[in-house]
């Protein structure tokens, strides 16, 4: 398939090849045939994109503050690359789409394939959207008038909110897109409509369709134009559909309005507000939230739960409907408001007309390659190297490559930390990186050219089954990982998987049962966890001066985890298995590796449940007692402030003190010879676990972490989280 990206970093906005994506329970895959360019939003996100870092920090001060919080803590060098990773990561563009279902996945039975629909679909050719951002277009609505859906719908929602009666005076300030749209929604609620903008030619449209104009830029009070539309009582409510810095829009918007007045925002505009302007007349003041109830609502739009009629008449997908049955009544012209049609493989043409000409308007793209074109999964990034390179027969089985050869690399997932941290990781460690498979495709491309992987896939189950691979990296969703690598195992693969190994007892069986059998294997394959705190220099160094120290030692370990919010995927018992599975199981590693002994016991316990704090499993301390007499707590704690130091580690033994602030700065108190071992950057060992990994499949050594370490590390993990949820 393609899909247009808009790189934050360089600007630059492109068209890129990608494997279509793969089926998804609760969600509609959909060939596009048309798709509609949001001149305001996809406009700023261009501009944004192409403005220097000087400019992009003005516009965005929040951000600017978040930054410097993160040089205190992690450093500049480490707060650079991250800030850097951030821009470099392509967005997405567009979200109004129209197109046939090609096909339905589970939990979609009553959909069908060749039913006609609209989504929040992005600018591609294949689109895979779930089933509650989707609604059938009526038979005498063409693809083009479809496509103005989404944006008619971020109007109703605000004209929803403003509860407009027939014969009140009404307001709406800017007249783009979506403000034509809410005066002709407007209107045809029986309102008297009063448009404000300071383009004239959209204003005539505005009039078009039953408005009254004011233009500030020919010398015109908006205030003053209010009041006489109003007959001197004040508007009855004021739509800003606006995109200014300005507060004007708020200000002249109170000032215009009657007693007890509504003002509902639906663009962006300055939020200066003066109190005594709303004060005398009691006006209210409210946000509107995109297309409506449900928006950003996980649950409502990845798992297709609707919400009951009876209780939210009108979520997102029904404000769709009412739109596109305003279309099928003759209720909205939608004819003037396209300026511009181009072909979809021409989009960055429209692109140029977006930020050069101000007066654009509808700004179509059309789609018209076959089906059978769009759906491919595999994409080829440069020429494959072929196991035969190193000297192998591609019939060779795949665990016979197991040991002493070159590592062909496959990453399962895409996601932020595999582009941030893992894929530069197997970079530096000069791995042969294959392939890279991701559920959506897009990322697998762009991380995949950039990093210099030989193929893109959304085809996971080839990606196992490969004989051009023989070592597999798993960085997806917590819930894939015991079965993944029970797969891989059974294939004869290397597997390097992101922590946590299982989130389930039952998980761990399955894992366990399949590294057995993978062990009778001539070669058998080797696992690896990414537990790569015990990898830092840092923590190197504390081993080493812990080496000879033959009495017990007590640790003392903090996570300043940070807030995550209770709907998060990692919060979810079922996918992510919690923060104490998920991210204190570093920890545990941890404290097991510089103990150097197995752990005897666990105690865990976690905050207790209060009202006004919805996860308490993120806020508790984990006690471990090893055989060899030390011991030592873990605090993992998410209601910290981000200012004090995110991971420290404290070391009690023999008269002696060592303390690691955010693994950059190790200090010694009382210990001979060694004093302090700082580093410019933040050094969590990322690169130096991957590289003893890769060192011991090209050597034939045995793995860096030993398999009763895993195993060991994540029963405790288990027993942990289960004592915490029995005190909950």
């Not at 970093?9 to 959909?30: C, Q, V, W, Y």
């Not at 495709?441 to 995949?448: I, K, L, R, T, Y």
Request: charge should be neutral; proline fraction near 4%; aromatic fraction near 8%.
């Amino acid at each position: 398939m393609k899909q247009i990206l808009q790189n934050m970093g360089s600007g630059e906005t492109s068209i890129i090849d990608s494997p279509a994506p793969s089926k998804k329970a609760n969600h509609l895959l959909i060939n596009t045939t048309c798709s509609l360019v949001s001149v305001g939003t996809e406009r700023m996100l261009v501009e944004f994109g192409k403005a220097n870092y000087l400019d992009k920090a003005r516009q965005q001060p929040d951000k600017v503050k978040m930054v410097l919080d993160k040089v205190k803590t992690d450093g500049l060098v480490t707060t650079i690359d991250a800030v850097k990773s951030k821009l470099e990561q392509p967005l997405p563009l567009g979200y109004c789409n129209v197109g046939v279902i090609y096909e339905a996945g589970v939990g979609c039975e009553d959909w069908r394939s060749g039913d006609r629909v609209v989504s929040n679909g992005p600018h591609a050719d294949v689109v895979n959207v779930g089933k509650n951002l989707c609604a059938r277009i009526p038979d005498n609505v063409s693809d083009e008038e479809a496509s103005f859906t989404v944006i008619g719908s971020i109007g109703l929602q605000g004209i929803r909110l403003a509860k407009p009666t027939l014969g009140e005076a009404f307001v709406v300030t800017g007249v783009g897109l979506i403000g034509l749209m809410a005066v002709q929604l407007l209107v045809a609620n029986g309102c008297r409509v009063l448009a404000i903008d300071y383009d004239q030619s959209k204003l005539e449209l505005a009039k078009q369709f039953g408005a009254n104009i004011c233009n500030p830029g020919l010398g015109e009070d908006p205030v003053s134009a209010g009041m006489a539309f109003s007959k001197g009582r004040g508007v009855d409510g004021v739509i800003i559909t606006a995109s200014t810095p300005s507060n004007d829009p708020v200000s002249n918007a109170a000032n215009m309005s009657r007693k007890r007045g509504r003002i509902v925002l639906v663009g962006v505009v300055g939020l200066e507000l003066n109190r005594a302007e709303f004060y005398e007349k009691e006006l209210s003041f409210q946000v509107s939230c995109s297309y409506g109830p449900g928006r950003y609502d996980p649950v409502y739009e990845a798992q297709g739960q609707d919400y009951p009629l009876g209780f939210v008449r009108w979520t997102e997908q029904r404000n769709f409907e009412a739109i596109l049955d305003m279309m099928a009544a003759g209720k909205l012209n939608l004819e003037p408001l396209i300026s511009h049609r181009f072909d979809f493989d021409a989009a960055t043409q429209a692109y140029d007309v977006l930020t050069s000409d101000k007066s654009a308007l509808g700004i179509l793209l059309e789609y018209s390659s076959s089906s059978a074109s769009r759906h491919f999964a595999n994409v080829k990034l440069k020429e494959v190297c072929k196991p035969s390179e190193y000297g192998l027969s591609d019939s060779t089985d795949a665990s016979s490559k197991s040991e002493g050869v070159q590592p062909q690399v496959a990453f399962i997932g895409a996601g932020n930390y595999a582009s941030r941290m893992l894929v530069p990781a197997f970079t530096k460690a000069d791995a042969e990186l294959v392939t890279i498979a991701s559920s959506g495709g897009v990322s697998g491309v762009v991380h995949g050219k950039k990093h210099g992987f030989a193929e893109a896939t959304t085809d996971t189950k080839g990606l196992i089954e490969s004989p051009d691979n023989n070592t597999v990296v798993i960085v997806t969703q917590h819930n894939t990982h015991a079965a993944f690598v029970a797969k891989l195992l059974a294939a004869g693969k290397h597997v390097f998987v992101e922590k946590p190994l299982a989130i389930t007892r039952e998980q761990l069986e399955e894992v366990k049962g399949a590294y057995q059998a993978a062990s009778e294997k001539t070669q058998p394959p080797k696992l690896m966890l990414g537990f790569n705190r015990r990898f830092s220099p840092h923590v190197q160094k504390i081993k080493a001066l812990l080496e000879p120290v033959k009495e017990p030692k007590t640790f003392l370990m903090t996570m300043n985890a940070g807030a995550i919010p209770s709907d998060h995927w990692t919060q979810d018992a079922a996918v992510g298995g919690g923060r104490i599975i998920g991210e204190a199981c570093h920890f545990i590693d941890l404290m097991r590796f510089l103990c150097g002994a197995k752990v005897k016991s666990v105690h865990a316990q976690c905050m207790g449940a209060v009202d006004g704090v919805d996860v308490t499993e993120d806020k508790a301390v984990i006690n471990l007692a090893f055989e060899d007499g030390s011991f030592g707590t873990i605090h993992y704690l998410a209601n910290g402030h981000s200012s004090f130091p995110k991971e420290r580690v404290e070391v009690f033994t023999a008269g002696r003190v060592l303390q690691l602030d955010n693994f950059r700065k190790l200090k010694g108190f009382g210990w001979p010879g060694f004093k302090k071992l700082n580093t410019w950057k933040q050094d969590k060992g990322q690169e130096a676990c991957v590289k003893a990994f890769l060192d011991s499949i090209k050597s034939g050594a045995a793995s860096p972490i030993s398999y009763d370490e895993i195993i060991d590390v994540a029963e405790v993990s288990l027993e942990a989280v289960e004592q915490i949820r029995a005190c909950e």
